[in-house]
């Protein structure tokens, strides 16, 4: 390349693409506080990494301690936070990144609004699933037993509803599936859509 005749040029997703040898992608991992996402996601990051694939986790945690901490769990402020990892991850995806998204996502109107935003070509839905029962009785961080109280309003579940992925490209049943054939499964599931070959 000459760098005084290509100087004027912008670079562009498939630049960024060639440099990293793969594509673009978003897995958007939506499910129920508990069900696995983060869990997994971190799984098969580490499984792409060692195959020498550059990946970032957005997760609803981090998010939400963050960029997103003036939002709360109101529907219109769901709205907004998906918003915000939507663009987030369009930005990351258009420069060739694999990005995880790590978001209880609950309805179809928040997972289409991601859709739209980050475009249908560019997204993995997958819908990490686990009953309120079994989400319940791990409990990792102690939501369940506030909310059984009446401590959390708009608990996703209980007061504020989950709605099932209609069409996801890949369901991951976390109470049959190890953390590990879980996180291969979904290595599998992308591996096409991010190879360059
Ligand atoms: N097959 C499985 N896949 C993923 N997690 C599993 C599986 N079996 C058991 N677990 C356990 O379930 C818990 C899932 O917690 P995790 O924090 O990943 O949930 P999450 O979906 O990210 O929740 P949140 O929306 O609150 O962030 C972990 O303690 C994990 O060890
Ligand atoms: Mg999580």
């Not at 693409?17 to 996601?41: D, F, N, P, R, V």
């Not at 945690?61 to 990892?85: C, K, T």
């Not at 369940?144 to 099932?164: H, L, M, R, V």
Request: aromatic content about 6%; hydrophobic content about 40%; some cysteine.
């Amino acid at each position: 390349m000459n760098i005084h005749t290509e100087f004027h040029r912008f670079l562009n997703r498939h630049d960024k693409e060639s440099l990293l040898k793969q594509k673009g992608l978003a897995i958007w991992m939506c499910g129920l506080s508990g069900s696995g996402k983060s869990t997994i996601a971190n799984a098969a990051e580490r499984v792409l990494h060692q195959q020498g694939h550059f990946t970032i986790i957005l997760d609803g945690d981090n998010l939400r301690s963050g960029l997103n901490s003036n939002l709360g769990f109101s529907d219109e402020d769901r709205l907004e936070n998906i918003r915000r990892f939507a663009e987030l991850t369009k930005i990351l995806v258009n420069n060739g990144v694999i990005v995880f998204i790590s978001a209880i996502t609950p309805r179809g109107e928040l997972r289409d609004l991601a859709r739209g935003i980050v475009g249908e070509e560019n997204l993995f839905e997958v819908y990490v699933k686990a009953s309120y029962e079994a989400c319940e009785q791990r409990d990792v961080k102690g939501l369940y037993a506030k909310a059984a109280k009446g401590e959390i309003p708009n608990f996703t579940g209980q007061a504020s509803s989950f709605e099932e992925p209609q069409n996801p490209d890949l369901t991951l049943d976390t109470e049959a599936l190890s953390v590990e054939d879980a996180a291969i499964e979904l290595v599998e599931g992308i591996l096409p859509r991010i190879s360059t070959l």
